[in-house]
């Protein structure tokens, strides 16, 4: 039978075509855009209590780990040209060993003022005392004539001006030694201000200067501190716990650390102090049910040993969970 395009109804015949495919493709669009409902494991792994904490009350924490000294940070007493740098991130250093060097030039041309001005006003003393050394045994030679009409007044006069001028002359260089001692002294102490050198002993975390740039005293690039060091050897947690969870938490107990998304690396971490002060939360874990406007309670644990170092699993600024034992109910 032969189609009669004449007698088709846009309404009757082609309008249920153009519904029925449109009901296919939407179909076909939704289960194409249905989420993949598959299982699968976290990337992170959740923190868990350990097993010993798994029925006992207890107390949770986040923290980040740090030197024992805590991070100290160095910068320079003066500004000026980087000359020398000494130090690399993960060296170890003693105390006083030099971390890196300021341009001196102006120090030391300085300092040799300041020595020639030494030697200058050691001659003229010399040449004062001389002057005076004379001058007296010219006034005690008049002095000493047994004839007062063999010398006149006026002889006698000018020998003793001439001993008092002597005597003037060599105060007037003994302050001139005195004050180029003290420049020289000056220029000393910025020769030594000018050498930065490790405050403690311990290990070099950052280094943000490199040799040739500029140094100011008012920060360095970026405002951040020419270097990082700490003692590393032990390591401490720093522990945030929440201002209303502090009175539970069991003074003195120790914690039990684990890196953040690590909880089955889990140490026992021994008890130092906990700060006096309570403060407002800084370190954060990024969490969505994070609370930031809380202040808290900080306390220090010392990690063990063989967690740290190379071939340890904790670095310094490390974020980590920590579970401590809460107080006995009474």
């Known amino acids: 039978m032969a189609l009669n395009l004449r007698n088709l109804s846009f309404s009757r015949q082609i309008l249920p075509v153009i519904a029925v495919i449109g009901l296919i493709f939407a179909a076909f669009y939704i289960l194409s855009g249905q989420p993949d409902r598959e299982l699968s494991k976290p990337e992170r792994e959740p923190p868990r209590a350990p097993e010993a904490l798994a029925d006992e009350a ?3 924490g986040s923290g980040v780990v740090e030197p024992s000294s805590e991070l100290v940070q160095i910068g320079s007493a003066l500004s000026g040209l980087v000359t020398g740098l000494y130090v690399q991130p993960g060296d170890r250093v003693s105390e006083g060993q030099t971390l890196f060097t300021v341009d001196d030039r102006q120090a030391r041309s300085q300092l040799r003022e300041a020595n020639a001005a030494i030697g200058e006003a050691r001659a003229a003393i010399a040449e004062a005392r001389s002057a005076q050394a004379t001058a007296a045994s010219q006034l005690a030679l008049y002095r000493n004539v047994d004839d007062p009409a063999a010398v006149s007044r006026s002889e006698v006069i000018r020998a003793e001006g001439e001993a008092n001028a002597a005597a003037q ?3 007037l260089a003994r302050a001139r030694l005195e004050a180029a001692e003290a420049r ?21 975390l950052a280094v943000n200067i490199r040799k040739g740039e500029y140094v100011s005293t ?5 405002s951040q501190p020419f270097i990082e060091m700490g003692q590393t050897q032990p390591m401490h947690v720093r522990i945030d716990i929440d201002e209303e969870q502090a009175p539970r938490l069991a003074m003195g107990e120790p914690a039990t650390v684990s890196p953040r998304g690590a909880s089955g690396q889990q140490v026992q971490a021994t008890f130092v102090r906990a700060e006096p002060r ?14 930031v406007d809380v202040r808290v309670l900080q306390v220090i644990y010392e990690l063990p040993g063989e967690a740290v170092g190379d071939g ?19």
């Open 58 to 60: 207890r107390v949770a």
């Open 184 to 204: 020289a002294a000056s220029a000393r102490t910025e020769l030594g201000r000018l050498t930065v050198r490790a405050p403690i002993s311990g290990e070099i």
């Open 169 to 171: 002359r060599l105060s």
């Open 312 to 330: 340890g699993i904790f670095r310094v600024g490390q974020q980590v969970d920590a579970y401590m034992p809460a107080k006995k109910a009474q």
């Open 278 to 291: 309570v403060v407002p939360k800084r370190s954060l874990t990024n969490s969505a049910a994070e609370r």
């Open 218 to 222: 008012m920060g360095g690039g970026g």
